[in-house]
């Protein structure tokens, strides 16, 4: 598990502008993180692909993904503060860009 001092934030890039962070340690983590607020289907199969663009602050660099959410049943083990259902989410790197201006 990275420490925070290793932790990275992205900012997710929709028409230009930056609307939310995510942090991790790496692009695909905070991608992760994203794509769980991305509208879930009734499941992954069902589940439309959307793209996601992430700026890692600091630089120049953007990591874009295909990235989809569904929900599911929660596992019998689950804690009592969970929901019964949860929102699960996957991604796939498509590539990385690099902007000339931020």
Known sequence: MA???????FALREDGNESSVFSGGTPRQAALKAARRLEPA???EAAERQEIRL???G???VHIYEAWAWVEEAPDDKPDWMPGDITKGNVSKKGVEHLDDI
């Open 3 to 9: 420490r925070d001092s290793d932790k990275r934030n």
């Open 42 to 44: 009734s499941s992954e």
């Open 55 to 57: 700026r890692e602050k």
């Open 59 to 61: 630089t120049h660099k």
